[in-house]
């Protein structure tokens, strides 16, 4: 079963700073794009920051100068550093990402992972 699972959520005081980690496991021939999103109580969910398979990296606006994305290809896992972190930046973040698997080239998403920001 090809899935994605999502580690190093919390609680943390505004300031402070977490890292998010999403490896993808099952039978994968490739992956490609992987990103991070969030949604936030009462919002829809938004783009966070992509990576593409070469290194390219895409953030909003609200998290660039705080955020980075990377990805280790020989673990087939993507990270979030975010530093200086907000009460604004408090969202379940939801890690994805297209995979080449049997069935193809397929979207897949984490069950997300929690991130507060309060103090």
């Known amino acids: 079963q090809v899935q994605l699972v999502e580690s190093g959520g919390g609680l943390v005081q505004p300031g402070g700073s977490l890292r998010l980690s999403c490896a993808a496991s099952g039978i994968i021939f490739g992956i490609y794009a992987m990103g991070w999103y969030r949604q936030a109580p009462g919002k829809q969910r938004e783009l966070v920051a992509t990576?593409?398979?070469?290194?390219?990296?895409n953030y909003t606006d609200s998290v660039k100068g705080r955020f980075t994305i990377s990805r280790d290809n020989t673990k087939n896992t993507v990270y979030l550093q975010m530093n200086s972190l907000k009460p604004e930046d408090t969202a379940v973040y939801y890690c994805n990402a297209d995979l080449w698997v049997v069935a193809g080239t397929l979207n897949y998403w984490g069950q997300g992972t929690q991130v507060t920001v309060s103090s």
């Open positions: 990576i593409t398979s070469g290194g390219s990296t």
